[in-house]
T-cell receptor, first 114, second 108 residues
């Protein structure tokens, strides 16, 4: 069972470069989200989607774009990477946006911006 | 006031001990509550949901007090494998807010 798959697992970028973090789930989950985790900060919500074609901003959306063209995929784009975006990024999904649904997390992408 | 607050710890306990973690949340409209476990450099994993009536899963007991906006997790008979960071999580209008976590270290 693949669950939530994130690629790449590690990435080093130079300031100003762009890249896309991939997230895919095979559980037919409607709800998907992206978090970043920094030391001493806990997980913070970047963007989320309640279904294909619908996205919304979380707590820290600046510098990131998302799209949800299919139920399975929810890529996160960094348009112009900055050192402040060095972090561990987690993608998560749940069956729907019902508040009682737990979220399933991917393994994470460790991103360093030089 | 931070939305979800936890004591960061670490809590150092011997095997077999009972340990309790507390968490407070600021938004009274919060709809659902969870405890997640996160091992070092790994993804968070759901430990258990928290219900108003209190709920138990083996050695783990979770309690919710909506009036005080307070959540607790009790771990009985601690195992070495319980060493991890425990995240208190609150769901409001389809978005999860995570506490910073409480670190537990169980020693032989």
């Amino acid at each position: 069972n693949a669950g939530v798959t994130q690629t790449p697992k590690f990435q080093v970028l130079k300031t100003g470069q762009s890249m896309t973090l991939q997230c895919a789930q095979d559980m037919n989950h409607e709800y998907m989200s992206w978090y970043r985790q920094d030391p001493g900060m806990g997980l913070r919500l970047i963007h989320y989607s309640v279904g294909a074609g619908i996205t919304d901003q979380g707590e820290v959306p600046n510098g990131y774009n998302v799209s949800r063209s299919t139920t399975e995929d929810f890529p996160l784009r960094l348009l112009s990477a900055a050192p402040s975006q060095t972090s561990v990024y987690f993608c998560a999904s749940s069956y729907d946006s019902n508040s009682n649904q737990p979220q399933h997390f991917g393994d994470g992408t460790r991103l360093s911006i030089l | 006031r931070k939305e979800v607050e936890q004591d960061p710890g670490p809590f150092n306990v011997p095997e077999g001990a009972t340990v309790a973690f507390n968490c407070t949340y600021s938004n009274s409209a919060s709809q659902s509550f969870f405890w997640y476990r996160q091992d070092c450099r790994k993804e968070p994993k759901l430990l258990m949901s928290v219900y108003s009536s209190g709920n138990e899963d083996g050695r783990f007991t979770a309690q919710l007090n909506r009036a005080s906006q307070y959540i607790s997790l009790l771990i009985r008979d601690s195992k070495l494998s319980d060493s991890a960071t425990y995240l208190c999580v609150v769901n409001l209008r389809s978005t999860l807010t995570f506490g910073k976590g409480t670190m537990l270290l169980v020693s032989p």
